[in-house]
């Protein structure tokens, strides 16, 4: 008996489909798939060592400030033409500390901007990952829309073989005509490419989102070998269009970026206006050196040295000042640049937040329709079956299940489109911009949002009601 129900068992297991885990392939959540995109991204990862290059060039320009320890040495030997008493080799070496004592300001700016040129790096990282997060997010939602429209149309396909096949049967046994059988033949053959189509765009869903990840296809491999979990579900969210505009305009990193330009600019105009003035350096050192003339002393010498050394340019060409006229023409540029980024970012704003409203009004509108679509099904099968309705009644309510559904996919999709967009565009978490939720009774909004999250989960049947 244990024989059998083991045997029972193995059969059992090998029937059921297995899961993507039991397959070894990764199934992630939608914050398990940002978490691998802002690991694995590569415009992340370029983002990363641009940060990084930024840091060396601080180091670099923080030698300005530190003593400096060079070496250098000469050794020649000449031939003369006529006969002398001076030694015909001299060499010379020397082991010098210098330090800078003043600059006019140079060194002060080339670390400032150095440190700015960080800041900048770092903005442009943190607006790399909103936008790769935003990116992943809307491809997570699509490759999920696109799994129930493939579902949807699956449903539909069956439901339209098996009214293909009923009208086969009567058609058989003398009940209907031909045309009725024709009919179904059509709208068959109808759905069918919506069928391939909808798979089709699922497989490039996946594509789009193992870029995202920087994931590699294997060579002969058609889809990468990653799952997701979830549901395309719709979550209430209650921005204010003011509070978004105000946030993106203080959090952005954008901005912030054009800002650090103008920063950046206003530290070049002292460092070039730097070389107007004295530079003062002092040193001091350890010299070995040969002396030439054998009347003055042994050829072999040596001894420390110390001074100062100062260079001034009293004037070089105009060329302190053109490199000055050009930073003046930057910042201005960088200051236009500012105010268009903040258009672009209030723009951003206003039309995610627009979208999101729209989507809203749509998928309130279509999750109702579903329900009126589905009973307008099977109203039309009980009347075909009292002989009140014709065959032509059925089509039409089966496609316009199949529509009113495939909408409100595409409007939950839109939703959580315009929700990331809008997650970006302020810089901000979703749960964040839920501003409105504060005004609201926390226990009646979550259960209106589990209940409109339930209806709007894609159907099973296209006979579920």
Not at 102 to 130: H, M, P, R, W
Not at 323 to 331: E, G, I, L, P, V
Request: glycine content about 4%.
């Amino acid at each position: 008996m244990r024989f059998k129900f083991a045997a029972i068992s193995v059969l059992i297991a090998a029937a059921l489909p297995a899961s993507p885990r039991a397959l070894g392939v990764p199934a992630y959540t939608i914050e398990q798939a940002v978490a691998v995109a802002q690991e694995h991204n590569p415009d992340i990862l370029i983002a990363c060592k641009k940060v990084l290059a930024a840091r060396g060039g601080f180091i670099e320009a923080r030698s300005g400030f530190l003593p400096s320890l060079t070496s250098n040495g000469l050794y020649d030997k000449r031939q003369t033409q006529s006969e002398t008493s001076l030694r015909q080799e001299d060499y010379n070496a020397i082991l010098k500390l210098e330090q800078n004592l003043y600059t006019g300001g140079a060194v002060t700016s080339q670390v400032a901007i150095a440190q700015l040129n960080i800041a900048k790096a770092n903005c442009d990282l943190q607006e790399i990952v909103s936008r790769v997060t935003m990116d992943v997010r809307i491809a997570f939602n699509e490759l999920l829309l696109n799994r129930a429209k493939v579902h949807v149309r699956e449903d539909s396909v069956r439901v339209l073989e098996e009214e293909l096949k009923n009208q086969q049967e009567q058609l058989s046994a003398g009940i209907v005509s031909k045309l009725n059988v024709e009919r179904a033949e059509v709208a068959l053959g109808n759905e069918r490419p919506e069928l391939f189509n909808a798979q089709t765009e699922l497989r490039n869903s996946y594509l789009r989102l193992a870029e995202l990840f920087g994931t590699d296809l294997r060579a002969g491999a058609q889809a990468p070998r990653f799952e997701i979990a979830g549901e395309l579900q719709y979550r209430p969210s209650h921005a204010d269009l003011n509070d978004c505009l105000a946030r993106a305009d203080v959090n952005r990193p954008v901005i912030k970026a054009r800002q650090r330009d103008i920063e950046i600019e206003d530290r070049q105009y002292v460092l070039d206006r730097s070389a107007m003035r004295p530079h003062i350096r002092a040193f001091s050192g350890y010299e070995v050196y040969s002396e030439r003339d054998p009347a003055v002393g042994q050829e072999f010498n040596y001894g420390g040295i110390v001074g100062i050394n100062a260079t001034w340019n009293i004037f070089d060409g105009f060329a302190t000042k053109g490199r000055m006229q050009a930073t003046r023409a930057r910042r201005e540029a960088a200051v236009e640049a500012l105010a268009a980024a903040q258009r672009s970012v209030a723009s951003e704003v206003r039309s995610a937040f627009f979208d999101l409203q729209q989507a809203e009004r749509v998928l309130e509108t279509e999750t109702k329709n579903v329900q009126t679509a589905d009973e307008a099904l099977e109203m039309a099968k009980g009347n075909l079956a009292a002989g009140l309705g014709t065959q032509l009644d059925i089509l039409q309510a089966a496609s316009d299940v199949t529509r009113t559904r495939t909408t409100r996919l595409s409007a939950i999709y839109l939703h959580n489109v315009a929700l990331a967009r809008l997650a970006h565009a302020c810089a901000s978490s979703a749960e964040a911009l839920d501003f409105g939720s504060q005004f609201k009774n926390v226990k009646k909004e979550n259960r209106n949002a589990a209940q409109v999250s339930d209806v709007a989960k894609p159907p099973e049947k296209m006979s579920q009601r």
